[in-house]
């Protein structure tokens, strides 16, 4: 164990589909797969309780399906699924670098994952296990950060950590425009009003309500996630 201290007891790390493929690419990466539990090991190593919500962009997302003639909800539907296959890929990695790691899903699949129970969850999140929350909320019309800031709020986190490929929060597309101006806080009321790329509309308010701080950092900088949880000024804050 480490004798670093971290500043979260409990955090609750959102993790997109983008996380589990080569960059740009679709389907699943074992190097990429290897990265992310490489960075959770170095958190889990810090001795603080850790849930993860996986999405499944990488695989297939129900809104993008549509618009190619799959109806919405079963392109939904088949998007949660792909957040269960992600997240036993995340459980297989995990638990090969000695992590003991638990699978909770939104939709029953029992042959392969333990249901979600929000008291069980907080019991292994007790015991030291890493928690992977799967299938998003269950239901279809949401997306996994809404699952994210859901889990979250029920778990009781401290904080929600949001990999993302950026390194924070910008007034505009930084990849478009050379003058994009990086938040290092912004409030929830202005993440809305100005509908900055954070989460989607539905998963702040949840965070705004729940009074749960999102920090928005690049997760491909090796050693970004450990830095925050030693307390260290990353990414961008976001906060009542
Ligand atoms: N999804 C859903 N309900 C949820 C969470 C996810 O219907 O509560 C579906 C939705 O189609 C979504 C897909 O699962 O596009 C994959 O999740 P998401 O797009 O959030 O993944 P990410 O962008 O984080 O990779």
Known sequence: ?????????????KVSGEA????????????????????????YELN???????????????LAASKEGLDRATGDYMGMLATCINALSLMDSLERKGIPTRVMTAIEIRAIAEPFIRRRAIRHLEKGR??????????PYFTTDSAAALRASEINAEVI????????VYDKDPKTFEDAKKFSEVTYQIALEKGLKIMDAAALSLCSENNIPIIVFDFFKEGNLKKIILGENIGSFVRR
């Open 161 to 168: 950590l949001k990999a993302t490929k950026v390194d924070g």
């Open 1 to 13: 164990m480490s004798s670093e201290a971290p500043a979260y007891k409990r955090i609750l790390l």
């Open 48 to 62: 603080l309780q850790i849930g993860i919500v996986i999405g499944g962009g990488n695989i297939i997302r129900g």
């Open 130 to 139: 890493v928690v992977i929350f799967a299938a998003g909320t269950g239901n």
């Open 20 to 43: 589990f493929s080569y960059p740009q690419k679709l389907g699943l990466s074992a190097e990429s797969i290897n990265y992310l539990s490489k960075e959770i090991k170095s958190i």
